[in-house]
């Protein structure tokens, strides 16, 4: 018998490894900021219809590519911020596993407009399930313009499974959400259907919360602060007394990327103690800054997971600090013992 295991063709594999990159139209939405984050963009549009599922399209102001690197962007493991596997332990950007690209071109229709600030041309592309379908020069302005239409469209049992529009809207924002408090020095907007959804001028933190979150939140803000030699921490906590019965304002930032760890959550909360009525949860966006040699954020594809090192120091540090700006700000339980 002859021998039967062969390499898959590079479309089946980026297909394959698209299943675990996007799940939905928000994962797309995420990659895809991120980019424009990593290119040093201080300019991002995005632009959704059908909540993502016929067009996702972001547009920035950052570097932009040359005409080789765009054809090259979209082939899987291609990147320009890593280049060895020491540089995984010292990663400052979003990305660096050149993945993203190549899956959302195996499973949608994308076209690609970009040029850099020197170049007087730039650089179109049109790629539909892997293959490139047309390159050619164009006038462009400087940056990138991405569109990618019908996601899933070549799968259909995983376009079937999309949620309805509002809850993939709902993702979609809660993606935009994060990198736009990760980002307050960057002017953001969201576009969905034709509506303006967001407007976020370039602003501090403080004024991007409040811009994002609701207006009342600027009374409600304390802020925390703490500088040691494992972490340097900074943001704000939501004052006691108008925490949620629900989950949803609660943001970790490791390094700007925005972080599920139910462990840190847990410093968080216990340093409000009995300060928090039963069964609510309390606004905070902190973010961690730590040498990325400490940390491991490439446990899972999509990098909202981290193994820390000093995990326990960390939660002490963020226990502490927090009880610390609750104490300064002199906030006495909403209880009245009194009575
Ligand atoms: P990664 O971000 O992990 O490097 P991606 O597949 O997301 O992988 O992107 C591949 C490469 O394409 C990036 O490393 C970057 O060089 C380039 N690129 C992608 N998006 C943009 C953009 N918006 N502006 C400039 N370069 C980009
Ligand atoms: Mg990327």
């Given at each position: 018998?002859?021998?039967?295991?062969?390499?898959?063709?590079?479309?089946?594999?980026?297909?394959?490894?698209?299943?675990?990159?996007?799940?939905?139209?928000?994962?797309?939405?995420?990659?895809?900021?991120?980019?424009?984050?990593?290119?040093?963009?201080?300019?991002?549009?995005?632009?959704?219809?059908?909540a993502?599922?016929?067009?996702?399209?972001?547009?920035?102001?950052?570097?932009?590519?040359?005409?080789?690197?765009?054809?090259?962007?979209?082939?899987?493991?291609?990147?320009?911020?890593?280049?060895?596997?020491?540089?995984?332990?010292?990663?400052?950007?979003?990305?660096?596993?050149?993945?993203?690209?190549?899956?959302?071109?195996?499973i949608?229709?994308?076209?690609?407009?970009?040029?850099?600030?020197?170049?007087?041309?730039?650089?179109?592309?049109?790629?539909?399930?892997?293959?490139?379908?047309?390159?050619?020069?164009?006038?462009?302005?400087?940056?990138?313009?991405?569109?990618?239409?019908?996601?899933?469209?070549?799968?259909?049992?995983?376009?079937?499974?999309?949620?309805?529009?509002?809850?993939?809207?709902?993702?979609?924002?809660?993606?935009?959400?994060?990198?736009?408090l990760?980002?307050?020095?960057?002017?953001?907007?969201?576009?969905?259907?034709?509506?303006?959804?967001?407007?976020?001028?370039?602003?501090?933190?403080?004024?991007?919360?409040?811009?994002?979150?609701?207006?009342?939140?600027?009374?409600?803000?304390?802020?925390?602060e703490?500088?040691?030699?494992?972490?340097?921490?900074?943001?704000?906590?939501?004052?006691?007394?108008?925490?949620?019965?629900?989950?949803?304002?609660?943001?970790?930032?490791?390094?700007?990327?925005?972080?599920?760890?139910?462990?840190?959550?847990?410093?968080?909360?216990?340093?409000?103690?009995?300060?928090?009525?039963?069964?609510?949860?309390?606004?905070?966006?902190?973010?961690?800054?730590?040498?990325?040699?400490?940390i491991?954020?490439?446990?899972?594809?999509?990098?909202?997971?981290?193994k820390?090192?000093?995990?326990?120091?960390?939660?002490?540090?963020?226990r502490?600090a927090?009880?610390?700006?609750?104490?300064?700000?002199?906030?006495?339980?909403?209880?009245?013992?009194?009575q």
């Amino acid at each position: 018998m002859s021998d039967i295991i062969q390499l898959l063709p590079d479309s089946v594999a980026n297909q394959i490894a698209a299943g675990e990159v996007v799940q939905r139209p928000a994962s797309a939405v995420k990659e895809l900021i991120e980019n424009a984050i990593d290119a040093g963009a201080d300019k991002i549009q995005l632009i959704v219809k059908d909540a993502g599922k016929s067009l996702i399209q972001v547009i920035d102001n950052g570097c932009g590519m040359s005409g080789t690197d765009a054809r090259m962007s979209f082939e899987r493991h291609a990147t320009s911020k890593i280049k060895k596997a020491d540089d995984l332990f010292a990663i400052r950007t979003m990305g660096f596993r050149g993945e993203a690209l190549a899956s959302i071109a195996a499973i949608a229709q994308v076209e690609l407009k970009t040029r850099r600030h020197e170049d007087e041309l730039g650089t179109q592309l049109f790629i539909e399930a892997s293959e490139v379908l047309k390159q050619e020069a164009c006038s462009a302005t400087p940056g990138t313009s991405i569109s990618v239409k019908n996601l899933f469209y070549n799968i259909p049992a995983r376009r079937n499974f999309l949620k309805s529009n509002p809850v993939e809207m709902r993702h979609i924002i809660d993606e935009f959400q994060r990198v736009a408090l990760a980002h307050p020095e960057v002017f953001f907007t969201l576009h969905h259907d034709g509506q303006e959804v967001y407007h976020l001028p370039a602003v501090t933190l403080k004024q991007r919360i409040v811009h994002l979150l609701g207006n009342n939140y600027n009374q409600r803000l304390v802020p925390v602060e703490e500088d040691t030699t494992i972490i340097k921490l900074n943001g704000f906590v939501g004052k006691p007394e108008f925490a949620r019965k629900t989950r949803g304002e609660q943001f970790f930032f490791v390094n700007n990327r925005f972080i599920k760890d139910a462990y840190l959550n847990h410093a968080v909360l216990t340093a409000f103690e009995e300060l928090l009525p039963d069964e609510s949860f309390p606004l905070y966006v902190l973010f961690i800054d730590i040498d990325p040699s400490k940390i491991d954020i490439n446990v899972h594809p999509t990098k909202t997971e981290i193994k820390y090192q000093d995990e326990k120091a960390i939660y002490a540090i963020i226990r502490s600090a927090v009880k610390r700006s609750l104490g300064r700000y002199n906030i006495t339980p909403s209880l009245d013992f009194d009575q």
